[in-house]
């Protein structure tokens, strides 16, 4: 019987979830129409999918295009971390991948064949004009592209990204040099900071980081005098402003590892701008404020969560060539990304910037 009324369940959901869809696919198109952009018509996200046919939110859909285009140099050998990057990509998740050699003038065929996979790998240690504007391209419409420098601000998209879908949890292991980078105490000790971030429905994962994983990491690293010091702010400082969150990001950057645990729900900042802003004005001029200056011209829409992650990774930094061509083409990476995103257009987002190299650690 139980049996039954599970099945029963998933069948009322199935009907339920097809009834939504045509529901939201009329609304958003009546909308679009008014509006011209701005609303996702590609129905809810899915990790709404899953909680209406009972599955677990990391369960990667099967609808998701398991294909990806590797970007290779014509001379000379790929991105350092790019062959692991692939290999993790074949193995963990399931994706062909088909790997096309870069020439300019072919531009136009490389994007075509990007728009119809999954994922874009980048091969090349430097990505000219026209590639980037065709991997902004291509993220706009929900594929994730991985493994390149300067990516610029998240952006809206017409297509939902299933981040368990497209990103394996299993990454092949690599240096990051926090002995480089990790203060030394007086004690003989190294610090480095555990810097988590989290969205508003991840309790059970900080739980389990703070009670069970943190104990088992100090006593490990304990025996080569390193002492890992965990920083959450839900925990630490919970109702602190966006600007604590976001100045506690700049400090951890360099000597941290970062655990971000992306949320099925997208937390929009309350007057997070202004208050942004005010946060700004209130630093001393000088380099310090340098760091922060970009979130005057963020959107409005940014929840905390991609504050904190375009701090840690630079995302509004902007590639050399910007700034010696026209103007038009340097307001791309700050006027050109769109502010009335709906809710579940913001976890798109983050999921597509989530997938370059730097936070796969391939960066």
């Known amino acids: 019987s139980g049996e039954a009324a599970a ?21 958003a198109k009546a909308a679009k129409e008014v509006q011209g952009e701005g609303i996702s018509h590609s129905g809810p996200h899915p990790a709404e999918i899953k909680r209406l046919y009972q599955e677990p939110a990391s369960n990667p859909r099967e609808d998701v295009v398991r294909s990806a285009v590797l970007i290779v140099p014509a001379k000379g050998k790929p ?15 399931g994706f062909q991948t088909h790997e096309i050699v870069y020439r300019r003038a072919d531009i136009s065929d ?12 980048n091969g090349l240690d430097a990505v000219d004009p026209q590639l980037w504007k065709a991997f902004r391209e291509v993220r706009s419409t929900g594929i994730l592209v991985m493994n390149y420098d300067l990516p610029g601000l998240y952006l809206p998209h017409a297509r939902h990204v299933d981040i368990p879908a497209a990103v394996p949890k299993f990454l ?26 989290s969205g508003p429905d991840m309790e059970a994962e900080r739980l389990l980081l703070r009670n069970r994983m943190m104990p088992m990491l100090v006593e490990r690293c304990r025996t080569r005098r390193v002492r890992p010091i965990y920083v959450d702010l839900r925990d630490d400082a919970a109702g602190c402003g966006p600007g604590l969150a976001v100045r506690t990001a700049e400090i951890a950057r360099e000597g941290a590892v970062h655990v971000v645990l992306l949320s099925g729900k997208f937390e929009p900042e309350s007057d997070g701008n202004e208050r942004l802003k005010r946060f700004i004005e209130k630093i001393p001029k000088g380099g310090l404020q340098a760091k922060f200056d970009w979130m005057r011209f963020a959107p409005e829409d940014y929840s905390r969560t991609e504050y904190v992650l375009a701090q840690v990774l630079h995302l509004a930094e902007q590639p ?19 502010t009335s995103l709906g809710a579940n257009s913001g976890m798109s987002r983050l999921g597509a910037s989530s997938g370059v190299g730097r936070l ?3 960066g």
Request: contains cysteine.
């Open 7 to 27: 099945a029963a369940t998933r069948k009322q959901g199935r009907k339920s979830w097809s009834a939504a869809v045509s529901k939201l696919s009329k609304a």
């Open 79 to 93: 991105r350092a971390g790019t062959q692991e990057l692939v290999t993790v990509l074949n193995e963990y998740a």
């Open 110 to 121: 490389l994007l075509e064949a990007m728009l119809d996979c999954g994922v874009v790998v």
């Open 172 to 197: 092949a292991p690599y240096c990051v040099k926090l002995e480089e980078r990790c203060e030394m105490r007086s004690d003989g000790y190294r610090e480095v900071l555990i810097h988590v971030v």
């Open 320 to 338: 050399a060539w910007m700034s010696t061509v026209g103007g038009g083409d340097r307001r791309l990476s700050t006027s050109g990304i769109g």
């Open 360 to 362: 796969s650690g391939f």
